[in-house]
């Protein structure tokens, strides 16, 4: 890192530094005062801006504890209309002769207060609902009033599912089924005989189509949804033997989520469109293709096909997707296709922020080192002590291997009995020191060191952090998602530290070490010292796709408080609602335990100690209080 001069440090400095014009899509961005600010259109359509750290003030004064995670509505208001109006002008500016009909796949957040605010903002342009389950599906129903709004019904469903969904038809609600499997098709069959309902009936496809990314085994051959081509003409057979063609209305395919690549998005489009093509020809009724999810989010802001990224904008998204429809259905004269996308976490990723605080860092730095040294010691501790004096510029791999040599042999020795504790200790604070040296050095050196790198790492500082990785952010354990991640405020002092994030799980995978940078990701993130007595905040942003519910309650750490919030004409924000996180009571019963019956157990065992004259009756009574405010407390470190 180049280093500036302590007052030569800025607010744009930390904004460059974490990228976060580079991803924070026009909604986070660092102000002159050197906090984090999120800017949203407010109700009268302009622009405006608060503090983050003004919202956790605000936060903590309505008696909400960190970890916190804040949801801002206009965020999600403002993206669902993104990708409406991104659609609505490809369709004007390509003369595309049907709509957009977007519908939100419930299972990326299910939370009431997002679904809510989608059917709230989506009914204008009749965006709907996917429902994968029985319980999704009862969401919709309950959520969407526009009748120009579709909701899909992907998953399996059983008897119970199709009556509802037919029932929710003839209300005139838009339910399409997709078949997933063929064994699907008898229960609709009968089902819909049975209630004298014809179904709308859509049918989900494996593309030959393979995309890049982490989810592209929801592509090809042996992606487990969908029929294949073979059974796709089955499909239809079965429709036109039971005169049923006329139900089949939809063509559905999904490659996957976060697709990097759009020129995978345009391929997936025209292998689909020859399929839709073929259909019409067939027969069949057709007028809806829905293009499934994969829209992606750019979390690390490169605007490239890298993994976490996408090399596309909405706008060229859609109108790539209009582009290729229209190409491939014009020359047969197929009509146009009401288009569906199935975008989830484009939809909802910006809108939630998860906010914690730091509760200690731990750093390697060399404890204190003696003046002198007793020429007593073992000769390898004397020649880790002469190297200190000698490391340069020229000779820093020759001083690294010494180094790690005269260490590891002091190891050893130590292990034969040969080194004591106290010179073991003086070996491991020079070799320390040492590579703290080698480290400075090499900012100056002229060519870059592997070794330095990974050193860089091991030496960088772990900050506690008040929160469990298992519990919100899941996917960056199970699947290496990388989210933005930086400190709300001080951004106008230079972070001088390197550390990584660790939650407060004390399972060694519940770590953040992957940082965003445009050019691949770093091990380490650059940091500020922590200051006596102030809180220091760090965000992690981007979160409003899928962590919630995929969470877990490892080491019992529950649901973290939720704070939904509006940002207002004036600047200000308004709390819309506020969630309290879950209490240990909550989670203990989560797990089958009856806090109720713990209390009365602890209470006993706490009478017979004062019986045993171990405690007096008055600290039994603190002892009881302090355990049943535990039972009601949160599950998080409380200051
Ligand atoms: C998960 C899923 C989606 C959502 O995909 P995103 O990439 O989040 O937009 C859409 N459709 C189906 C069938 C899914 O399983």
Redesign the pocket.
Known sequence: MKKLSKHAWTAAHSAELYGINNWGAGYFGVADNGEVSITAQGTDGKLSSVSMLSLVKEIKERGMDMPVLIRVENILAQQIIRLNEAFNRAITNGGYQAPYRGVF?V??NQQSQVIEEIAQVGAKYGHGL?A?SKPELLIALAHLESREACIVC?GYKDEEFIDLGLQALKMGYRVFFVIETLTELPIIIERSRALGIKPLIGV?VKLASMVGGH?NA?SGDRSI?GLTIAQLVSLLDTLKAEDMLDCLQLL?Y?L????PNIRDIRTGVLEACQVYRDLVTEGACMGYLDL?????VDYDGSKTNYLHSRNYTINEYCNDIIDVVMSTLDPSGVAHPTLI???????VAYSSVLLFNVLDVANFEPGPLPETISPEENPMILKLWELQGTANVRNIQECYNDALFYRDETRELFKAGQVNLRSRSLAENLFLQIMHQLLDLADDAPREHREMEKLRELLSDIYYCNFSLFQSLPDVWAIDQIFPVMPIHRLTEEPTRQGIIADITCDCDGKIDKFVDTHNTKRTLPLHTLKDNDEYYIGVFLVG??QETLGDLHNLFGDTNVANVRITADGNFEFIHEIQGDSIADVLSYVEYNPQQMQDRFRRIAERAVGEGRITAKERSTIMSAFSASMRGYTYYER
Do not use: D, M
Not at 256 to 259: A, K, Y
Not at 341 to 347: L, P, W
């Open positions: 796949p299972k990326v996917e994968g992907n989900r989810w929801s949804f559905h999904h996957g989520s976060q697709i499934g999810g994969g829209l992606a996308t199935e975008s989830g976490r484009a939809t796709a899928y």
